[in-house]
């Protein structure tokens, strides 16, 4: 395979999750009552880290934004990330990479610890080598530190990697490392977004990524 090592964007690309965080934002806005934040369009905060979603989408002042925070975080660790379901068909993609000799890493801006019991519930955990996520005082939470942090887990390089996501986010990440990166257009973020970051490959469902990546 042209990559040995493969960085998976979690939402969206591997799990089915907008419910999840739709419902986790919407329980911040009601305790502070904030009214009038359209969730209707996805792709405006599923991708970027939770707190640039609460300072720029939810218009929230900086000193509510860590409560805010600590409140979704409650929310999705109790109800949240029980409406996850992975995409049918990625658990078999997952397998075959690395049965062809792939390293697979998570990498996302959710909690790691959050992300590790999310994939674990979906019945993912052992076909990933590492799940790389962002720091409970979130820090290492974009997609630009992520990917490094994920690739020295795997002890991998930037030649040999690619990234796999569904937004603009990753995509921009990915160019800012120097990896390569293929756009997941089945997942909740836009393609015009995607294609200003010149994506090598576009895998229109779970299953073409095998003969993307394999070809």
């Known amino acids: 395979m042209k990559y040995k090592y493969i960085l998976f ?16 934002i919407e329980r911040v806005l009601e ?15 599923i991708g970027p880290p939770l707190l640039d979603t609460l300072k720029n989408l939810c218009k929230m002042p900086d000193e509510l934004c860590d409560d805010a925070y600590e409140i979704y975080r409650d929310f999705y660790a109790r ?15 997952l397998t075959a990479l690395r049965e062809n000799g792939a390293k697979l890493a998570v990498c996302t801006s959710k909690l790691e610890s959050t992300a590790v019991t999310v994939i674990a519930e979906l019945g993912l955990i052992n076909c990933f080598d ?41 995509a921009k990440g990915a160019f800012e490392c120097g990896v390569d990166f293929i756009a997941c257009s089945y997942g909740y973020g836009k393609d015009e977004d995607m294609a200003k970051y010149n994506p090598v490959a576009w895998a229109r469902s779970p299953q073409e990524i095998v003969r993307i990546i394999e070809n």
């Open 9 to 24: 964007d979690l939402d969206g690309t591997v799990s089915q999750s907008a419910e999840g965080i739709r419902r986790g």
């Open 130 to 170: 590492v799940v790389a996520g962002s720091n409970r005082d979130s820090t290492r939470k974009d997609k630009k530190d992520l990917i490094p942090y994920a690739l020295d887990r795997l002890g991998g390089n930037t030649e040999q990697a690619v990234m796999l996501g569904d937004t603009w986010y990753d």
């Open 79 to 93: 109800e949240g990330r029980f409406m996850n379901k992975p995409y049918d068909g990625i658990k078999e993609v």
């Open 31 to 45: 305790h502070y009552d904030i009214k009038g934040v359209d969730l209707s369009d996805y792709t405006k905060y």
